[in-house]
């Protein structure tokens, strides 16, 4: 079956440094390719998502690539705060209709001050 | 937060009993899901629906059943809870197929002991 891969498990950056969380996926005919941010204790919440059409987007800080041919897109977030310190999903819709989302496992991002 | 609620928001219980957490949202997107996430699992689907009495499984239905007898309700049941069903489930709205964004609800802390 379909299947998001998601690297690294944990990050750690200092405050100002920038952070990249790589993610694969299997599904070719997958469009969408969409980011949660999960604070502790909290709900996803979407932060920034791509289309198939389009090989980046950026808002503000953050920043998703997509390379279709290798079937690989990336988070990339700038001038880390310690307010980015949370756990991001990527995920990658299922084709065949339905919105249905395949979720990486998760990276755990630290920002220390 | 997109106008989704879940209730119970905890919830305790034992081994065999069942529970039926509820999802309720005011957008009347046609589209809901049930997740649960679990360490190092991510956010995994149970079961979605595409419309009133519209409902299909997802990776891991098995132990779990649902309905949906109106557009902005959709039940989750465990019919007799096992210690594996321990976890937090989230509901899941998106409101159609040309805009594919999920967004999720607070989330049910369940534990069955």
């Known amino acids: 079956g379909e299947n998001v891969e998601q690297h690294p498990s944990t990050l750690s950056v200092q405050e100002g440094d920038s952070a990249v969380i790589k993610c694969t996926y299997s599904?070719?005919?997958?469009?969408?390719f969409p980011w949660y941010k999960q604070e502790l204790g909290k709900r996803p919440q979407l932060i920034i998502d791509?289309?198939?059409?389009?090989g980046e987007k950026k808002d503000q800080r953050i920043a998703v690539t997509l390379n279709k041919t290798a079937k690989h897109f990336s988070l990339h977030i700038t001038e880390t705060q310690p307010e980015d310190s949370a756990v991001y999903f990527c995920?990658?819709?299922?084709?065949?209709?339905?919105?249905?989302?395949?979720f990486g496992a998760g990276t755990r991002l630290a920002v220390h001050p | 937060d997109a106008g989704i609620t879940q209730s119970p928001r905890h919830k305790v219980t034992e081994t065999g009993t069942p529970v039926t957490l509820r999802c309720h949202q005011t957008?009347?997107?046609?589209?809901m899901y049930w997740y649960r996430q679990d360490p190092g699992h991510g956010l995994r689907l149970i079961h979605y629906?595409?419309?009133?009495?519209?409902?299909d499984k997802g990776e891991v239905s098995d132990g779990y059943s649902v309905s949906r007898s109106k557009t902005e309700d959709f039940l989750l049941t465990l019919e007799s809870a096992t210690s594996s069903q321990t976890s937090v489930y989230f509901c899941?709205?998106?409101?159609?197929?040309?805009?594919?964004?999920?967004?999720f609800g607070p989330g049910t802390r369940l534990t069955v002991l």
């Open positions: 629906s595409y419309g009133v009495k519209d409902t």
């Open positions: 899941a709205i998106s409101a159609g197929t040309v805009r594919h964004e999920q967004f």
């Open positions: 995920a990658a819709i299922v084709s065949g209709g339905y919105n249905k989302l395949i």
């Open positions: 957008e009347n997107h046609r589209y």
């Open positions: 791509i289309r198939s059409n389009v």
């Open positions: 599904d070719s005919a997958s469009n969408y």
